[in-house]
């Protein structure tokens, strides 16, 4: 690191991205006004990578710390209803 990185041995800004992709089961949990929680969890189980997963796939590419990752998200907790 550097004085320009504040020795951190990074340099401007990464996104970290959560997509939801809207298939017919996701709508249908939406138009049924079914909870944020549940929605989330099922599209999960549909392949979604949430915010921490998107993070940690960039720590594996050097493009962040963990650090970074876990200061700017937070623990996803799914319980199955």
Excluded: P
């Excluded at 320009?4 to 990074?10: D, E, I, K, S």
């Excluded at 809207?22 to 099922?42: A, F």
């Excluded at 960039?58 to 700017?72: I, M, N, P, Q, Y």
């Amino acid at each position: 690191g550097c004085e320009y990185c504040r020795f951190t041995g990074y340099r401007g800004r990464t996104g970290i991205y959560e997509i939801l992709n809207l298939t017919e089961s996701i709508r249908e949990l939406i138009l049924t006004r079914t909870s944020s929680q549940q929605i989330k969890h099922k599209a999960i189980s549909q392949g979604m990578r949430t915010l921490r997963q998107d993070g940690l796939y960039k720590v594996s590419k050097g493009l962040t710390s963990f650090a970074e990752v876990l200061r700017v998200t937070q623990l996803e907790e799914l319980h199955e209803d």
